[in-house]
């Protein structure tokens, strides 16, 4: 697939004075095709969103390049250049303070439209075009955002985000503040619409079961940098990187009995991103550390798509043994999540 986005030795650095920095994003690659799906995923203060927000401008790097369509971003040439404006979106994390409680919810969806020069009655067509597609009702549109659901709510952000025809949407925890309900209508919603319009998806996530229904590729953060990427159903079957094997199983399952333990447990803090160990940020963590860990390691590739940066990633792969019981998972959690959005079973993005 050819790739819509490029990102190469991403950097973005916070000062907070005497001499002192946030290492946010510490040299991070990665690559979006058109019409696929890339999550990242890591804990909180992994940089996710920092990632999402250099990608769209609102945030200039402290280094690296990023390319849209192979044209390099910066300086002049950002999301609100005429060139670019309309072609790459954003859905927020918390609905409610992502929309303006002072107009009501079809100018809401037409916004981004007065910036691309369109005339009241192609912004009216194109409104009702993206509320119907998110399974807005038309009669919602003269209403206000705090009238309405959270769910709801989103939807009206995602049509936002898909009224100027993008080509990327950055989906920023999109389901986090929903309720399980709503949140496997989203999900379902936002696969759908991909297969519809072929628009790529940035998805920021920490939530495991919506990424690996959602996703084609996962790239796993820890402290700023991508500790492992590859397809998702590889990824998720055979984790080759300690933290991913530790982030799957901190999963908590539907159904207690299908849980197994971890034989790899990280212990300890989390390093402080302003004094970061030189080489692997999960050394002083990780059960598998030997002294070669003391020099971080490259991105190694493991199979087709697949790559990690860990000295030891053979014998991780070796002793992982809690995915046989996250397979069961998929299948609980798809037989809960069916009632919800009428999706058929075995139908896991891959």
């Not at 996710?48 to 769209?56: E, Q």
């Not at 509320?131 to 549109?141: D, F, H, Q």
């Amino acid at each position: 697939m050819t790739a819509l986005l490029e990102v190469e030795g991403l950097v973005q650095h916070f000062p907070i004075g005497h001499g002192k920095v946030v290492q946010a994003v510490n040299g991070v690659d990665f690559t979006v095709a058109a019409g696929e799906t890339l999550a990242l995923v890591g804990e909180s203060g992994s940089g996710k969103t920092t990632i999402g927000r250099c990608v769209l401008g609102l945030i200039r790097p402290t280094g690296g390049v990023i390319r849209f369509k192979g044209e390099p971003m910066g300086g002049r040439r950002t999301v609100r250049s005429p060139s670019l404006r309309g072609r790459m979106q954003l859905v927020f994390q918390e609905p409610a303070e992502s929309l303006d409680p002072r107009i009501v919810v079809g100018e809401t969806i037409g916004e981004p439209l007065v910036a691309l020069g369109r005339n009241r009655a192609e912004r009216e067509q194109a409104v009702r075009l993206a509320a119907r597609r998110v399974g807005l009702p038309e009669r919602l549109l003269d209403r206000y955002p705090a009238e309405l659901s959270m769910g709801l709510q989103q939807r009206i952000g995602i049509a936002r985000a898909i009224v100027s025809d993008p080509e990327l949407i950055v989906l920023d925890e999109p389901t986090s503040a929903l309720d399980p309900s709503a949140r496997a209508e989203i999900i379902d919603l936002l696969i759908r619409l991909q297969k519809e319009l072929g628009t790529a998806y940035l998805f920021i996530s920490h939530d495991l079961s919506t990424v690996r229904y959602l996703s084609h590729r996962v790239a796993v953060l820890y402290l700023g940098s991508i500790v492992e990427e590859g397809p998702a159903a590889e990824l998720f079957a055979q984790p080759r990187h300690p933290y991913s094997v530790g982030l799957l199983a901190s999963v908590l399952l539907p159904n207690p009995a299908l849980r197994r333990e971890s034989t790899i447990r990280l212990e300890g803090e989390i390093p402080s991103p302003i004094d970061l160990p030189t080489g692997c940020p999960l050394e002083g963590r990780c059960p598998l550390a030997i002294p070669r860990c003391s020099d971080m390691p490259p991105a190694d590739p493991v199979a087709p798509g697949h790559r990690v940066r860990c000295w030891r990633h053979q014998d991780v792969a070796a002793v992982a043994q809690t995915m046989d019981y996250f397979e069961r998972f998929q299948i609980e959690a798809e037989r809960i999540l069916t009632p919800a959005t009428g999706r058929e079973r075995g139908t896991w993005a891959s």
